[in-house]
């Protein structure tokens, strides 16, 4: 029995000089407080997406005619019984809000997933072939990188057309070439550790050290850009949105919001207020979360603090 609690002792000593990696992943995105912030304020806006049937007090498309452009309950003019006021056609701002947080997260995240998969793909292809594939591919991500991204994608969606599929495309399409350099990058980087090089004596095959042996250590830079690219996907469909390109009304998304209320920015200052506040406290979130994730992830970081 002493044997066997002396060694539980040593376990629970262990266990806190070495916590596990996730609790060490916490700890160390915990001590930003920003990123802790900007994750609890995120959980809120996707909390009000998923929910937004059940939580929103209106339907997003209702129109109440009675109430033409009401101010915020708090201001004066306004009505209890629209909290964030209404718009020019009556509509419930809150609840276009919530059910605009649905798309807006929606098509950032399936953006970023379009581009990740892909962007790592021909990032290993042009680190485990340089002089094959590699100068091929990164001229092609060179010629993408020098247009600006949003002329990009205003080109791509003149192609296809305006809709939510193809906004998704065009944001992927312009998010590429930043995941292919840096998979590069890190796999080239990766490729002079002695693990690869004791792989490959072992006999590993080539998609064996490229999935499992290489892409697994350059996972950290990818999610701390693919948290950061969040953002910007938010930020580009809510530029497609307000230029008429992208999601079509009258469904509820952010840049469409604002799009249709410009021209009641002196009338109705709530109108255009509300959804640009949506869209840069949820940018500002995202970018304190890949602080966050930098710090947690980073060995560097750690080794410095």
């Known amino acids: ?3 066997t609690a002396n060694a539980v002792t040593a376990a629970d000593e262990l266990q806190q000089h070495y916590p596990s990696p996730l609790k060490e992943f916490w700890q160390g ?8 912030v900007g994750l609890l304020f995120m959980l809120l806006v996707a909390g009000c997406a998923l929910l937004a049937p059940w939580v929103a007090p209106y339907s997003p498309i209702e129109q109440y005619r009675d109430h033409l452009l009401t101010p915020p309950a708090w201001t004066s003019g ?17 609840s276009r809000l919530m059910y605009g947080a649905r798309l807006s ?3 950032g995240l399936c953006s970023v997933v379009l581009a990740l998969i892909p962007g790592v793909v021909l990032g290993l292809l042009a680190g485990f072939f340089p002089k094959l594939l590699g100068s091929s591919i990164m001229r092609l991500m060179d010629i993408m990188m020098a247009l600006p991204s949003l002329l990009l994608a205003v080109a791509i969606m003149a192609i296809l057309g305006p809709g939510l599929l193809n906004a998704m495309i065009a944001i992927a399409t312009v998010s590429l070439p930043a995941y292919v350099r840096l ?6 980087t990766e490729l002079n550790r002695d693990y690869v090089t004791a792989s490959r004596v072992a006999g590993a095959g080539l998609g064996r050290l490229m999935f499992v042996t290489v ?3 350059c996972i950290a830079p ?4 693919a948290t950061m690219s969040f953002s910007s996907a938010i930020l580009e469909i809510a530029a497609l949105g307000f230029l008429g390109l992208g999601v079509q009304p009258p469904t509820p998304e952010w840049g469409t919001m604002l799009a249709s209320a410009r021209d009641y920015i002196e009338s109705a200052w709530w109108v255009v207020t509300l959804p640009g506040l949506a869209i840069l406290f949820s940018v500002l979130a995202i970018n304190l ?17």
């Open 1 to 3: 029995m002493t044997n």
């Open 29 to 36: 995105f915990a001590q930003n407080k920003g990123a802790f």
């Open 78 to 94: 306004g009505s209890a019984q629209f909290l964030f006021g209404t718009d020019e056609l009556g509509r419930d701002i809150l």
């Open 105 to 107: 997260l929606f098509i």
């Open 183 to 188: 998979t590069r990058a890190s796999v080239m």
């Open 215 to 217: 892409l697994p250590n």
């Open 222 to 225: 990818l999610i701390v850009h």
């Open 289 to 305: 979360m890949g602080d966050g994730l930098r710090d947690a992830l980073d060995p560097k970081l750690k080794r410095a603090a």
